[in-house]
């Protein structure tokens, strides 16, 4: 992931409102990482979470001229990514087994969505410092919190020992200490624990 800002750049603004493709890959590479954290962050399928953060963003794109800073851009994603995971998860009848999951039913107001905004935007600028690591490092600390691999199977595919492979995650950590400050660095060290990104 990269992070990139936009609300600062009200020349990308115009080209995007005016058409510009060159404009919407800007848009598309800023948030839709983003919105695929999000998404995952309410859906249990990747794939679906990802689908909804293509859809959102042709929506805006569609809809370009309604939008006058990134901002109002940024929300309207959110919500429509929000919308349309709810509804799966309605049409899935398994909506009321995922608000158990996450304890007592608190609704859907501005501060949760807040919250899971701010992970996604943490998940995403951490992401963008692994993508810096040495390439044996990235690849064992993308396989563990991205496809959830234990050590054994990270070995296997990587033909490389199972010390090999621990050896590179703490080395990956270490460098990502230089890199991250002490809440990021805090985050992912949590993720290394549990074995999942979200």
Not at 109 to 133: G, N
């Amino acid at each position: 992931m990269k992070s990139v800002h936009l609300e600062d750049n009200p020349m990308l603004l115009r080209e995007f409102q005016s058409g510009s493709e060159k404009a919407f890959d800007q848009v598309f590479t800023c948030y839709y990482p983003l919105l695929c954290v999000y998404a995952n962050r309410i859906l249990p399928q990747p794939q679906i979470g990802q689908d909804f953060a293509q859809e959102s963003l042709i929506t805006v794109w569609n809809r370009r001229t309604d939008f006058d800073s990134f901002s109002k851009i940024k929300s309207f994603l959110y919500t429509c990514v929000r919308n349309a995971c709810f509804k799966q998860l309605e049409k899935e009848k398994v909506k009321s087994k995922y608000e158990s999951s996450m304890g007592p039913f608190e609704p859907i107001d501005d501060q949760s969505v807040l919250k899971d905004i701010i992970h996604a935007e943490v998940i995403s600028r951490i992401f963008a410092q692994v993508d810096t690591l040495p390439e044996q490092c990235r690849k064992v600390i993308y396989m563990t919190f991205k496809e959830d691999k234990k050590p054994k199977e990270i070995s296997d595919e990587l033909g490389v020992s199972i010390s090999t492979v621990n050896s590179q995650k703490m080395r990956g950590l270490n460098l990502l200490r230089e890199k991250l400050s002490e809440n990021e660095y805090l985050v992912i060290v949590i993720i290394l624990s549990s074995g999942f990104l979200v």
